[in-house]
């Protein structure tokens, strides 16, 4: 493990010029999985570094605006996650489960070859002294098959769950929480021999990849790949996170790095009305899994229609006009500045996006969740067995469900208990200029090795 107290020195400027670096960046082109680390690229930027970010097209403006150098991924590796159906077909009507091996090894595993491809020539024209990667962006897992003294440092930007196959945990993707003993173990042995059948086409896949790009087969699954990275910079911090204590991967917690910016998503005309005078129940589907409003921002609008609540709905991007006349306990705007909402809000309703719940975390705030596909099953489970919020274990929950959940976590503290030891945790949190120290420590053992090699 790396010496967390490291995380939160400082480097005086004149010492960040003399060991002035160069990053590279690369993530899937979702907006999930980017945008989480645009604060880790600014922060070295800002410092003086020079950073290159390898995504999909439309990332340009957020990439630029984050002082980093946007470069395109290869047409064949990207796309645009807002209709990501069309590319991807194949993942209409499937299970929760399914959806996840469809998704993993076509949208993310499958462009891996050509991902590489495209690091390998970045780094022909210029060298750098760290790459950073998504947990999803498969390049990464071809890159730690190769020496370390023919490759930079690795490093897993962890915007998602953390997925490492430890003892006591169940398969990633089923939302289950951990479970030890005898019982534990039977019940794993049994679902990970599931899993292994279903998640067999994407290890073909990743077997693939890896001999087009290596011309060898690999030496590690493609789904375990992340734990022979350099080390895992998670964006949450341990009470959100399951233990694992047999681990041998080098995980360093460094907290939810991202902020919702004022200036971006502005306060609506109705802000006054959250004057402290009645609870304030907050509902979003986040910003890709919106189009159909009916999973979640429409039955809770149904199901405190009645209520002395106010109801904040964020659409994501929706048209306001889209949801119709509403009841007069409701307000409603496109995006809304969180940092500014949260302390405001009572409880917080959402599918299960990991940075929108930590969102809510970071200001103590409980969570509802009727988690949606992809990583969703698993932030939910989380928000359970942490102790912070409901797990409704369905996309579309009935309005009385809802009214059951939210009155549930009104009349039992411990769930805001829960989540105010969870935020007084990412308070704490080194963030990003933690991660930027851990960039620092190594880089200084990959030189140390060299020199000493």
Known sequence: MVNTA?????????DRREIMASLLFASVPVHGHLTPLLPLARALVERGDHVRFLTGARFRDVVAAAGAEHVPLPADA????????DRFPGREGLSPVKAIAHDIEHVFVRPGASQFAAIQHLLEDEPADAIVVDPTFAAGALLVELPPAERPPVIVGGALPLNLPEP????FGLGLPPRHGVSGAIRNHALHAL??????PVNAAGREIGRRALGAEPRFPVMDWMRHADAIAQLAVESFEYPRPATDARVVFIGPASVSDARVHSRPEWWPDLDGARPVIHVTQGTLANDDLGDLVLPTIEAFADSDALVVVATGGVPVSSLGALPENVRVAEFLPYDELLPLTTVMISNGGYGGAQFALRHGVPLVVAPGQEDKIEVAARVAWSGAGVNLRRQRPAPAQLRRAVDRVLQDPSYRRAAERIGADIAAAPGASGFAALVDIL???RTLAGATG
């Not at 990207?78 to 159906?85: A, L, T, V």
């Not at 006591?168 to 398969?171: R, V």
């Not at 899993?195 to 067999?200: P, S, V, Y």
């Open 443 to 445: 880089i200084a053992e």
């Open 6 to 14: 490291l995380l939160y020195s400082t480097t005086s400027a004149e």
């Open 195 to 200: 899993t292994d059948r279903l998640f067999a």
């Open 78 to 85: 990207d796309f645009d996650d807002r209709r990501i159906g």
């Open 168 to 171: 006591g945990l169940a398969p």
